[in-house]
Nanobody, 121 residues
């Protein structure tokens, strides 16, 4: 299984920046897609950004041009650099990875505990 530990959340003024980190550890054959989701109060959890093992990225329209996702496959880490933050970016941010326990196993999901990002106006 994969354990995810997130860090880097906090309180920032609008226009500021934050960098979220997520470290994966445990027993697995491979980690495939890595992603960040966010969930604001009384809203559903939405995809913010995703990166494949080969480095292909995908972003929600609301964060394109402001957020950058990156990963280090050797360290099993993923980051989310957030710039030009807006109050509407306020949410709990969750790290997500898809992993396999062996070559033939189906892909499974693992989630981090979440880190709060609050952007003040």
């Amino acid at each position: 299984q994969v354990r995810l530990v997130e860090s880097g959340g906090g309180l920032v003024q609008a226009g500021g920046s934050l960098r979220l980190s997520c470290a994966a550890s445990g027993s697995f054959f491979s980690i495939n897609d890595m992603a960040w989701y966010r969930q604001a109060p009384v809203k559903q959890r939405d995809l913010v950004a995703k990166i494949t093992s080969s480095g292909i990225t995908n972003y929600a329209d609301s964060v394109k041009g402001r957020f950058t996702i990156s990963r280090d496959n050797a360290k099993n880490m993923v980051w989310l650099q957030m710039s030009f933050l807006k109050p509407e970016d306020t949410a709990v941010y969750y790290c997500n990875v898809k992993f396999q326990t062996n070559f033939w196993a189906p892909s499974q999901d693992s989630w981090g505990q979440g880190t709060q990002v609050t952007v003040s106006s």
